[in-house]
């Protein structure tokens, strides 16, 4: 499972490890799809955010189509 989540979530993983790497505590997405499609990729995503010490932030709805 490691091996494919890795590869279907490449940029979600740069998006953590640039934000670990320059003291940031917060990814932010806009939609929450980045994280997985189904529950154990987003258990996964979730646990690799705090496993980093990162916060998640995820833009609003209305906010996303400006």
């Known amino acids: 499972m490691a091996t494919s989540y890795e590869k279907k979530f490449a940029e979600f993983l740069r998006m953590c490890d640039e934000a670990k790497s320059g003291n940031l505590d917060v990814v932010m997405i806009h939609h929450p799809q980045v994280l997985g499609d189904n529950y154990v990729e987003m258990v996964e995503s979730l646990n ?19």
């Open 48 to 66: 690799r955010l705090a496993d980093a010490g990162l916060s998640l932030t995820i833009i609003p709805r209305a906010e996303r189509d400006k």
